[in-house]
């Protein structure tokens, strides 16, 4: 009677241990963080030295080499620059026009953006292409030739041209809209035509509710576009219904006619922070539209 012997299994050859890379990764992320410390710091800036110059006396702005730190805050400068001028109705301008501006091409641009998306027709391609080609040409060069058109059909010293720019959409916007729409899913446009839905209730009730965040960015844009502009209101404008950038840099004059330049500082910094305001809390909407936006499609 033999006896048989269990066969040994082969022995298994463990890999070496991975090498672990947690240093270098900590390495890199220290570096990226202080990659955007720089960043942020060059940003924001341009707005410190705003305020510091806000806070100087008129000697220390004219003084060469120029000191960085007041001597002492002149917080008197922002009182001068809220009732040397007319400001809380200057104030009232920018944020009517900006706000009728931004909600106008908005609703526009979506309206556009969802036609090149999700309609069907000849020469959509081309058109859209022709749409964004618009963008390549500088504001600019249209600026008096729009001039002469709105002032032959006496829409000069009003509103009338913010409201017949945001029905014409921007192209960028329409751009933003398209990429979103063509992103969501077909079965969901196909299931609304079936229950008898025509494509103004599915662009209103199923697509508009879909894209707040993409409305939400598009809406900041082109309300800090209008806040932040001066050649068109100096333009089209008279002064009494100017934007408050416009008075900022024409009314604020000292005895002998030139600029108060430390009152136009005080004014400018408290002309910058409602959009600040604005963006520090819809910084998560904003970042989101664009990403959907620009990822999808």
Not at 206 to 224: A, D, G, M
Request: a positive charge.
């Amino acid at each position: 009677m033999t006896q048989t012997t269990a066969a040994t299994p082969p022995a298994v050859s463990t890999p070496p241990a991975t090498r672990r890379r947690r240093p270098r990764r900590r390495g890199n992320a220290a570096r990226t963080y202080l990659i955007l410390m720089a960043l942020a710091v060059l940003f924001v800036g341009p707005f410190v030295w705003l305020l510091l110059a806000a806070l100087k006396t008129k000697a220390e702005w004219v003084t060469i080499p120029a000191k960085i730190l007041p001597e002492e805050p002149q917080w008197g400068n922002f009182t001068q620059a809220l009732t040397e001028i007319n400001f809380p109705a200057y104030l009232g301008n920018s944020a009517f026009l900006s706000f009728m501006f931004a909600t106008l091409v908005t609703l526009s641009s979506a309206a556009v953006g969802f036609g090149f998306a999700r309609l069907r027709g000849r020469g959509k391609r081309p058109l859209f292409v022709v749409v964004l080609s618009t963008m390549m040409l500088p504001q600019i060069l249209t600026l008096i030739p729009t001039y002469v058109l709105f002032a032959r059909v006496g829409l000069v010293n009003t509103y009338w041209p913010w409201v017949m720019w945001g029905l014409a959409a921007s192209p960028f916007l329409v751009f933003l809209f398209r990429q979103f729409f063509a992103a969501i899913p077909a079965e969901l446009e196909e299931a609304a035509i079936i229950d008898g839905c025509g494509y103004g209730r599915i662009f209103v009730q199923i697509f508009l509710p879909l894209s707040r965040p993409v409305l939400l960015t598009s809406f900041l844009l082109s309300f800090t576009w209008t806040w932040g502009d001066w050649i068109a209101p100096a333009l089209f404008l008279d002064p009494d219904q100017t934007t408050l950038s416009v008075a900022i840099a024409s009314f604020y004059l000292d005895p002998h006619g030139n600029p108060d330049a430390t009152v136009q500082a005080a004014a400018a910094t408290l002309y910058v922070v409602p959009v600040l305001v604005i963006f520090l809390f819809a910084q998560r909407y904003f970042i989101r539209g664009v990403v959907s936006s620009g990822l999808k499609g």
